[in-house]
């Protein structure tokens, strides 16, 4: 059996990507879910050094679920040795990044302004990473390997985490998920575009 090649991932509460395919993109998918758990763990550290409750407990969940994602993968997968080593050095550059914001930055207030930036770019790089898939949407017109309710979900989370950064008035939560807002709105007109029917249409060319 293989592991599913779906990745959910909450950093700064946002699922915000999903793979889909089959074969050796399985692989694909698994190797995004360090990036994932990376992500939570960032984010559960700005929000621990700033004590906002709503970051802590909302990546404290994200962080869990992608662990438990990585051990049934783990389990599952013919490949453990690699999935092993990928893990292992995962574990290495969080350790590394540990030591660097903790014990080399003694002020706080530059320790969050840096973990802060680091998050954010973080976040908007996986943000910005299925363009490539997006574009072979339009190549292709089919919009079958898009989930529709993970679009959603993806557009009311990156909305709620920018309006939450507004109120707060920090630009480190905020600004990072507008892009979330126009990946999404980019994957409707996608939807709209080339609608899901249209695809059933060639179904029996395809046998």
């Known amino acids: 059996h293989q592991a599913q090649a ?6 700064s509460g946002n699922p915000a990507s999903y793979f889909c395919g089959s074969g050796s993109s399985h692989f694909a998918a698994w190797a995004a ?3 994932l758990g990376s992500s939570n763990l960032s984010w559960l550290s700005y929000g621990c050094l ?3 409750w709503t970051l802590i407990t909302v990546n404290t969940i994200g962080a869990a679920l992608q662990s438990l994602y990585i051990l049934v993968y783990f389990y599952f997968s013919p490949e453990k040795r690699r999935v092993l080593l990928q893990s292992t050095a995962l574990l290495g550059v969080l350790i590394l990044g540990y030591c660097y914001f903790n014990l080399l930055i003694p002020d706080v207030a530059v320790r969050l302004a840096r973990l802060g930036l680091f998050c954010s770019v973080f976040t908007i790089s996986m943000y910005l990473s299925p363009l490539a898939d997006l574009a ?8 079958r390997c ?3 309710p993970l679009t959603v ?6 909305a709620s985490w920018t309006l939450y950064g ?3 008035s920090d630009l480190y939560i905020m600004v990072p998920n507008i892009p979330g807002i126009v990946t999404s709105i980019l994957r409707f ?3 709209w575009q080339f609608p899901l029917d249209h695809d059933k249409l060639y179904k029996p060319l395809q046998a």
């Open 166 to 168: 507004f109120q707060l």
């Open 136 to 143: 072979k949407i339009v190549r292709t017109r089919s919009t």
């Open 6 to 11: 779906l990745a959910p991932n909450f950093h």
């Open 146 to 148: 898009l989930s529709f």
């Open 153 to 158: 979900a993806t557009f009311l989370a990156s």
């Open 33 to 35: 879910a360090p990036s």
């Open 189 to 191: 007109w996608l939807f």
């Open 50 to 52: 700033k004590q906002d």
